[in-house]
């Protein structure tokens, strides 16, 4: 598989390899065909994945020939739970699109407002933001979702976990219904599953291999110790061997944590 045949125009195949990507990641793969066809997508993908770039390449092809985003208006909204994402998402849409004639910012929380006020009134055909603040600019006015074309939500699952649903709905709701939702989650427990029903349609849905699949050479073992002073002998004898180069504990409570580690 090589970038050049999942049907990316060649400017975006060039910005890839100039960052010295070889092949597409598994989720990269199967999302960028999905959204270039214009399919809502769900998909399961974590961090490290190359996610980012699965749903943001497509994008803006998508976006490369349409019609510009008008005064305070936005073409693709991206939503993340944290402004450390939103930046960070952000540079990749800088970096990809670096030779596109395509306006692209970002807002989150915590910092002043009214430059960001001022930055959207041009109109962005990307918008990275966290929903808290994107809420707060949508109700001063700031942001209008007419021209909406995509709705991405990053992490979705984190976003939740962070009480941001209500501001998702809400947003999602102003936005004009022929958009396309493409929904990113490392999870998909219920209350994902709910927010992805209300707003996708007939989405495709992308499940890389269960994470137990890929750890297939972990070999596990169970040792019953009888109290507390056999139990940490037998600790220390597993780290002081000389296989083990790394490890990770976990302890049942945070007190037991901090006496292990002492
Ligand atoms: P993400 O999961 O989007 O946070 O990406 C994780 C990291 O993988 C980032 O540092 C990307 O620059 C990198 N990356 C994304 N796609 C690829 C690829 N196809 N080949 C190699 N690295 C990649």
């Known amino acids: ?93 800088e970096n990809y699109g670096k030779n596109m004639p395509l306006r692209s910012a970002v807002v989150f929380g915590g910092v002043k407002i009214n430059p960001q006020m001022q930055n959207l009134r041009r109109g962005v055909d990307v918008l990275v933001a966290t929903p808290g603040r994107l809420l707060d600019l949508y109700q001063q006015n700031a942001i209008r979702f007419k021209q909406l074309e995509v709705l991405i939500l990053d992490e979705a699952d984190r976003m939740l976990d962070m009480g941001f649903v209500d501001a998702v709905k809400t947003i999602a709701k102003a936005t004009p219904a022929s958009r396309q939702t493409l929904l990113f989650s490392a999870t998909f427990e219920g209350r994902v599953m709910a927010i992805a029903k209300q707003l996708l349609k007939d989405p495709a849905r992308i499940q890389l291999s269960a994470n137990h699949d890929r750890h297939a050479a972990i070999e596990q073992r169970l040792h019953h110790a009888d109290d507390h002073g056999h139990k940490h002998d037998l600790l220390s004898h597993y780290l002081s061997s000389t296989e083990l180069s790394q490890a990770v504990i976990f302890t049942a409570t945070k007190r037991g944590a901090d006496k292990l580690a002492r």
């Open 1 to 93: 598989m090589s970038f050049d045949s999942l049907g990316l125009p060649d400017s975006l195949v060039k910005a890839v390899k100039e960052q010295g990507y070889t092949e597409p990641s598994p989720i990269q793969a199967q999302a960028i065909p999905a959204v270039l066809e214009g399919k809502d997508v769900m998909a399961a993908a974590q961090t490290g994945t190359g996610k980012t770039a699965g749903f943001t390449l497509p994008l803006l092809a998508n976006l490369e020939h349409g019609e510009r985003a008008k005064s305070n208006q936005v073409r693709a909204l991206i939503l993340t739970p944290t402004r450390e994402l939103a930046a960070q998402v952000h540079a990749s849409v």
